[in-house]
Structure formats: C-alpha cells, structure tokens
T-cell receptor, first 112, second 115 residues
Framework: NAGVTQTPKFRILKIGQSMTLQCTQD?????MYWYRQDPGMGLKLIYY???????DKGEVPNGYNVSRSTTEDFPLRLELAAPSQTSVYFC???????????FGSGTQLSVL | AQKVTQAQTEISVVEKEDVTLDCVYE???????LFWYKQPPSGELVFLIR??????QNEISGRYSWNFQKSTSSFNFTITASQVVDSAVYFC????????????FGKGTMLLVSP
C-alpha cells in the first residue's frame, strides 16, 4: 500500500499564479485533510472532507479551494498565490475524525 | 473550542538524560482523544500514541511514556534515556468526539538531543 501520496514535493510560484496540490490515498479512508505548517506555528487545518462530495472549511481556508469527487482524491487549489501562502502543506487521511491520521510526505511551496 | 498548548518551544538535553514534553489542552467535551506525533528532521509526521478521555492509565512503550491527568488537563510525554535519534519536533493534538471532529495541534516542541 502506498498510503497517502502528495505531489509535488517542492514548488516555487510567482505571485498571482495558481496551482493544484494533488493528494490521493489508497486506504479507503472517509476523512481527508489539508494542513499547512509554518515555522513554530504547528499544523493548521485548511480544509477537510468527511466523504466524497462533502467538504468543509478548517481554521485557515482563505485563498484555497478543495473538491472531493472520489474517496481517493482530495486536491487543494491555490487560485491567486500570495507570499503568505509560502508554507509546507500536508495532506492526511483517517477512518474517522478521532482516529490517527496518516500523513503524506508534504509539499514545500514558496511564493515569490 | 478546543485548544492545545505546548509551552516549551525548544528543549536541549544531552544523550541519556530523561526529558518531559508538556501538553495542556482545553475542551468542553467529556469525550475526546489525545495524540502525540513526532516530526524528525526529514519532515514526515509519525504517529506515536492515541488516548481517549476515559482511559487515564499511563502508557509505556519502550523508552516512551505518557502521563494523562484529566484533573490538570495534561497529557505529558516523557522520553527516558534520550538518544540523538529522538531529536525532532513533537506535536500534541486533540480531537473532540462529537460531529465531524478534526485534530487540533499544538505548536510543537523541538527536542534537541546532543551526544
């Protein structure tokens, strides 16, 4: 099993560009999440999904969009990249909201 | 709203010392879950433990132990005889049981173990 796969691992964007961070899991988990990690700030939840077709905002959703058309995939879209979105992004999945999270390896994004 | 506080930003110890990482949480729920994750310098997030609010027994796993005290809303993590490989950022996290719950993380404690 691959677990949670995130792509790309690194990306540099110019201000105003858009991109999609891809996330897929092969564990048939219902819950999927996107977190961002800034130095010294822990992980903050951007968006999450409790099943295909159901998504909801987390603590820091501004500037991002998500969709969940299948159980496996949960892409994160940045429409107009801003320097404040420079961060490390982690996708994760779990059976329920109270079970342990399985994390992807992270995407380091720089917006210049 | 749920909240997790890890007051220790960074801890430095010498190998073989014991070290305790503090975690204090806030929640209005009576049923909740507490977690610890490790993030080594390579960057991945590694699950260490999950504990529910009805299980106050301390847990020991090798050199790791966890002390859960509901009376003080704390879930502290102790590493006995620390090793250089324990150097990492450690995160405490909380999820409440109701509805569509999600994990709330503390800001993390960076542990540096020197030889």
């Amino acid at each position: 099993n691959a677990g949670v796969t995130q792509t790309p691992k690194f990306r540099i964007l110019k201000i105003g560009q858009s991109m999609t961070l891809q996330c897929t899991q092969d564990m048939n988990h219902n819950y999927m999440y996107w977190y961002r990690q800034d130095p010294g700030m822990g992980l903050k939840l951007i968006y999450y999904s409790v099943g295909a077709g159901i998504t909801d905002k987390g603590e820091v959703p501004n500037g991002y969009n998500v969709s969940r058309s299948t159980t496996e995939d949960f892409p994160l879209r940045l429409e107009l990249a801003a320097p404040s979105q420079t961060s490390v992004y982690f996708c994760a999945s779990s059976w329920t909201g109270n079970e342990k999270l399985f994390f992807g390896s992270g995407t380091q994004l720089s917006v210049l | 709203a749920q909240k997790v506080t890890q007051a220790q930003t960074e801890i430095s110890v010498v190998e073989k010392e014991d070290v305790t990482l503090d975690c204090v949480y806030e929640t209005r729920d009576t049923t909740y879950y507490l977690f610890w994750y490790k993030q080594p310098p390579s960057g991945e997030l590694v699950f260490l433990i999950r504990r529910n609010s009805f299980d106050e027994q301390n847990e020991i796993s090798g050199r790791y132990s966890w002390n859960f005290q509901k009376s003080t809303s704390s879930f502290n993590f102790t590493i006995t005889a620390s090793q250089v490989v324990d150097s990492a950022v450690y995160f405490c996290a909380l999820s409440e049981a109701g509805g569509y719950s999600t994990l709330t993380f503390g800001k993390g404690t960076m542990l540096l173990v020197s030889p």
